[in-house]
């Protein structure tokens, strides 16, 4: 007989579909969740760390619990017996702190019982079977997401190798001139930091980064934007893909005040290529597809999951509509999501993915 | 929240149920139907502005989006009411619209993102819940609406021009006047459920008499030149609001008596400009609220509360009265709160010591309340007599 859940993934995409499923009636003891780090934050507190992220680009709804409300701006409010969190929010102004945010994160694990779900175990391998899923050994579950995290840290190929690379993900300080390649969130975070820190900034680019609060427009996040999106074919639909992954960053002088001074003290520079500064920083992100990610590549691989261009394709609850039926589902969660999802690597993705497994198990569960 | 257009009929649906129960339950409490219609105007206007503006001009809508948009429902709202003749009177209205709306702020922000998981991914989309809800609404508004269509009192419009009276109303109706609509001689109203609107009177004993009956509206109504009383009440309960009652006729005419209705549901005198007279306003073992207005020139007292009365003379205005300004007498119990008298002259011809020009007295083992009234160039300010009292605030 199958156990009832499992997620593939330890991180923050998995902790919310573990917080999603306890809301939805699950115990701990129904959800196995296999991970490397009984901290579904680790990995994200280490790369906010090493960009020295203090605020977050989310907003008040950017936290793992499964409800929305309350938020994040009314637990400030509460905690600073202010209402100006709340006046903030309703303008869509309220970032919380990456403390707020990380705090919030162990008081939900505390409280949705994540460490009696999680078991330390790495999944390399999904397999189908009658019933469910058999992983790697582990057992066999009747519904399983799969929440990897994403696949590895990207670097330009021209960089690979090369001793002066870092990447903004990992830890580093500042040398008397950097360039940072990229011109995304991260990166912008890289240019303010190195010019706090004194260095002179060369900001390496081919595009210039689009300005917008979060990383998508926001009808994306909800079905008035994904019901048009979820109508395109696939080779529409990667051409909307590409275009989403641009980079971009919020508006605003907290934003564009130091790196204009600096601009004007002749510290910050743009170019299109890196040219010999002492330290290069590499903005770049995370290697995109799912070829990048073993477990992926193999479901692929071994059972015909159907592709298009570097995504699997995905129906729009995020499952994987060969491997899923009435009796079991495949789903995935976080950046390999999508397809269905476009801002799926974020909090609100997370959920969405985390909401559509919830309702396949519950369907299962009352048939 | 970028909402679908379904998301925001769902919601907004979802948000008008409690709001529109209790206007039911107003409507059934009070034996008045502007709640009703009044949450039956909100949605219509809610629902048309869903359905042609914002879902096709509102992308996203950020939380702060709700309170201008708040306002400009409650314009189009008003501006509906007024031309239906929504009998609802401002500041409930007010109340009950900004109930509603700050319910629905509750149930969008916090109870349905709460109550349903993927409510913020739905654009607020209610599920298979939506047309439940919508046709919960439908039902309840309809039933209120079958109910209302057969209880309501008739409208019987008076055309514009001079008909003779007395025009005696003894059944439940609206007598609605044309522009230009007078009556010569007086209108009596004996039927509970009656409103007079918009109608001049001129002439009669009484301008208008109300004699035992309820819930008896009389709105915007005009009387000039009655020989005994302006707007006469016995054992009725009335709302008088925004009347003109000018120079009543006769030597012991006055404006509006409301007399011997002190077991019944009080009785409201507001916005009215009463010139002339014995008394501008009187009241006799009754149960009232005066306020808000305008009294002038009287020859024997601007405002009474007497023979046991009990009530609120509050936000008065009364000029030149002769002998003495408010009067509460009689064992009366009067709240005599924000008035302003001034000019009462003292009535020396009577020889009548408590009539020396006060503003204010309290006679004859009535307690009088006084709190933040101006007296201004009165002979003199406030008296108590006869083992009456007065106890003064601010």
Redesign the interface.
């Known amino acids: 007989m199958p156990e009832p859940c499992a997620i593939v993934g330890g991180g923050l995409a998995g902790f919310v579909a573990h917080a999603?499923l306890r809301?939805?009636g699950l115990s701990p003891a129904e959800i196995a969740v296999f991970g490397a780090d009984p901290d579904p934050a680790a990995v994200w507190r280490g790369r906010a760390a090493a960009i020295r992220q203090r605020r977050m680009r989310s907003e008040s709804?950017g936290h793992c619990a499964?409800?929305?409300?309350?938020g994040l701006a009314v637990r400030a409010a509460r905690r600073r017996r202010s209402l100006l969190p709340l006046v903030q929010?309703?303008?869509?102004r309220f970032h919380p702190t990456v403390a707020e945010f990380l705090e919030h994160v162990e008081e939900l694990r505390a409280a949705t019982g994540w460490n009696e779900s999680f078991r330390a175990a790495r999944i390399r391998r999904v397999r189908p079977v009658d019933d469910g899923f058999e992983l790697d050994g582990h057992g066999v579950f009747r519904h399983v997401l799969l929440a990897p995290g994403h696949p590895g840290l990207a670097f330009p190929a021209e960089l690979e190798g090369d001793s002066r690379a870092v990447h903004a993900y990992e830890p580093h300080e500042y040398a008397d001139r950097v360039e940072v390649v990229g011109a995304g969130m991260a990166a912008a975070t890289e240019w303010l930091n190195a010019l706090a820190a004194g260095s002179a900034v060369v900001s390496v680019r081919r595009r210039e980064p689009q300005r917008r609060p979060l990383n998508l427009p926001?009808?994306l996040?909800?079905?008035?934007?994904?019901?048009a999106y979820h109508r395109t074919g696939p080779a529409e639909r990667v051409e909307l893909l590409r275009g989403y992954g641009a980079p971009s960053y919020p508006r605003g002088h907290d934003w564009d005040g130091p790196v204009e001074e600096a601009r004007r003290e002749g510290r910050f520079t743009v170019a299109a290529w890196p040219n010999g500064a002492e330290q290069v920083i590499c903005a770049t992100g995370f290697k995109r597809g799912f070829r990048h990610d073993d477990l992926l590549a193999a479901l692929v691989a071994e059972h015909g999951v159907e592709t298009a261009g570097r995504w699997i394709v995905l129906a729009p609850d995020a499952t994987v509509p060969a491997l899923t039926d009435t009796e079991r589902t495949l789903a995935l969660a976080g950046a390999p999501g999508q397809w269905a999802f476009p801002a799926a690597d974020t909090l609100?993705g997370a959920?969405?993915a985390a909401?559509g497994f919830?309702r396949r198990v519950q369907a299962w569960r009352t048939r | 929240?970028?909402?679908?257009l379904r998301?925001r009929l769902d919601s907004r649906l979802a948000a008008v149920l409690a709001p529109l129960a209790a206007a039911c339950v107003l409507a059934l409490a009070l034996h008045v139907w502007w709640p009703v219609e009044l949450a039956a105007i909100m949605i219509a206007v809610g629902v048309l502005l869903d359905l042609t503006v914002y879902h096709r001009f509102i992308?996203?809508q950020?939380?702060?989006a709700a309170l201008p948009l708040g306002l400009l429902e409650l314009g189009a709202v008003m501006g509906l009411a007024i031309p239906l003749n929504v009998d609802a009177p401002l500041v409930p209205a007010l109340a009950f619209y900004w109930g509603a709306w700050l319910l629905a702020q509750a149930l969008g922000?916090?109870v349905l993102?709460?109550a349903r998981?993927?409510?913020?991914?739905?654009?607020g989309?209610l599920g298979r819940a939506g047309p439940g809800i919508a046709v919960a609404g439908l039902v309840v508004l309809a039933a209120a609406g079958g109910v209302a269509w057969a209880t309501q009192p008739p409208i019987v419009r008076l055309a514009a021009g001079v008909h003779d009276g007395p025009l005696v109303v003894d059944t439940p109706q609206r007598l609605y006047g044309e522009p230009g609509a007078v009556v010569r001689g007086g209108i009596v109203v004996t039927a509970d459920d009656v409103t007079v609107r918009d109608v001049a009177v001129l002439g009669g004993a009484h301008g208008i008499e109300v004699d035992g009956a309820e819930r008896v509206l009389l709105e915007r109504v005009s009387v000039l030149g009655a020989t005994l009383d302006g707007i006469n009440v016995r054992r009725s309960t009335v709302t008088i609001r925004d009347c003109v009652v000018t120079e009543p006729a006769g030597t012991h005419a006055q404006g509006i008596d409301i007399s011997f209705g002190f077991d019944l549901a009080p009785s409201t005198i507001e916005g009215c400009t009463v010139t002339g007279g014995m008394e501008g306003i009187v009241t006799h073992f009754a149960h009232v609220r005066v306020r808000d207005n305008r009294v002038s020139d009287t020859s024997l007292r601007g405002i009474t509360l007497t023979e046991m009365s009990m009530g609120k003379v509050e936000d008065n205005e009364v000029a030149g009265a002769l002998g003495v300004g408010i009067f509460c007498g009689d064992y009366s119990h009067c709240s005599i709160e924000g008035n302003t008298v001034v000019g009462t002259r003292p009535d020396l011809a009577s020889g009548d010591r408590t009539r020396l020009g006060f503003g204010i007295v309290s006679h004859y083992g009535a307690h009088a309340e006084l709190d933040g009234n101006r007296l201004e160039g009165n002979a003199r300010p406030v008296a108590s007599f006869l083992r009456a009292t007065v106890e003064a605030g601010s």
């Open positions: 999603t809301k939805g709804d499964p409800t929305s409300f309350p929010t309703a303008c869509d926001r009808e996040f909800t079905r008035r934007g994904l019901a609100v959920k969405y909401r919830l | 929240m970028a909402y679908t998301g992308a996203y950020p939380a702060w922000h916090a993102p709460l998981l993927s409510y913020g991914d739905d654009g989309q």
